[in-house]
């Protein structure tokens, strides 16, 4: 099992933010920038997630939505299209070079996180399944071309400016005393 743990901590190299799109309400048309401020337990400024307060401490676990670049091309071939806009997939963060399903840790003991540019840190939790919405966006079957290439949820842990080309580490989260005393 040990072997394990390590090669979940293991990866290969850095991602890259290719680009960050907003969600300013529901049904309208997304709003691509080249920076956004990520607000720790909240989202990210100017999109709706972060706009509503939530109840649940640290926040929601839907603050942000990332999907993985290489699976663009995927959905693409999978609904016969030659590309797609990740514009029309309605998440916030294009992430390339780096495996965002892997960045959630397999471990309670070892958890991960993404560290985005100079101060930003995320906590991946969970997948970000798609909506119903794709099949009248993309065409017939676009829903099921997308399970499992729909992309990842997480929590923001520590804000600051995110902006396209930003590097993406995931890293270790070095537990507490406490933490390790508990278990």
């Keep these: 099992m040990s072997e394990l743990r390590e ?24 709003s691509a920038v080249d920076e956004v401020l990520a607000i720790a337990g909240r989202g990210l400024q100017g999109d709706r997630i972060a706009a ?9 676990n839907r603050q942000l939505t990332l999907i993985q670049a290489e699976h663009l091309p995927v959905i693409a071939a999978l609904i016969g299209v030659p590309a797609v806009d990740p514009a029309l997939l309605r998440r916030n963060l294009v992430v390339s070079g780096l495996n965002l399903v892997a960045a959630r840790s397999l471990f ?13 840190r995320v906590q991946i939790t969970g997948p970000c399944d798609p ?12 829903y099921n071309a997308m399970r499992g290439h729909g992309g ?14 930003d590097r993406v580490q995931c890293q270790r989260v070095p537990l507490l005393d406490s933490d390790e005393n508990s278990r």
């Excluded at 509503?52 to 929601?60: D, T």
């Excluded at 309670?108 to 930003?120: H, N, R, S, T, Y």
């Excluded at 909506?131 to 676009?142: N, Q």
């Excluded at 949820?153 to 396209?164: F, H």
């Design 52 to 60: 509503r307060a939530s109840s649940r401490a640290g926040g929601s």
């Design 108 to 120: 309670k003991d070892q958890p991960l996180e993404l560290c985005i540019g100079e101060a930003v």
């Design 152 to 165: 990842v949820t997480a929590r923001v842990i520590a804000g600051g400016v995110i902006r396209v080309g």
């Design 131 to 142: 909506c119903s919405k794709m099949e009248a966006t993309l065409g017939e079957g676009a």
């Design 7 to 30: 090669l979940t901590r293991c990866f290969p190299r850095d991602g890259r933010i290719d680009a960050i799109l907003l969600r300013p309400a529901r049904d309208v048309p997304i």
